[in-house]
């Protein structure tokens, strides 16, 4: 199942900066071995905004929770997830 993610992270501002650069090194680590497994589908900057769109893989919902709480930047993020089904058009078969 396909999903459509918006993360928006909202690090404290009076974190301290070697902190927030290791949790945002185990966020990379983490997002690009999903991505090297076909999970994370794709991963777009939403420009001028520390925020997100991104397109993920998951077997059912159960998977995709498990997936976005399992960040590094899980407890400093807003996320809003859409469910995505196959448009009729798409000439893509691997939208699914
Ligand atoms: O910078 C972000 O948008 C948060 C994030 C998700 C994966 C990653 O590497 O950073």
């Given at each position: 199942m396909l999903y459509h993610v918006a993360m928006t992270v909202r690090l404290?501002?009076?974190?301290d900066p070697a902190v927030a650069g290791e949790i945002k090194a185990r966020e990379k680590a983490y997002s690009q071995a999903l991505q090297q497994q076909g999970v994370w589908r794709h991963i777009w900057r939403v420009a001028g905004l520390y925020e997100n769109v991104s397109i993920f893989d998951c077997r059912d919902n159960a998977h995709l929770h498990e997936v976005l709480t399992g960040l590094p930047l899980y407890p400093h993020m807003d996320i809003a997830v859409t469910p995505l089904c196959r448009h009729p058009s798409s000439v893509r078969e691997d939208d699914r």
């Open positions: 404290p501002a009076d974190m």
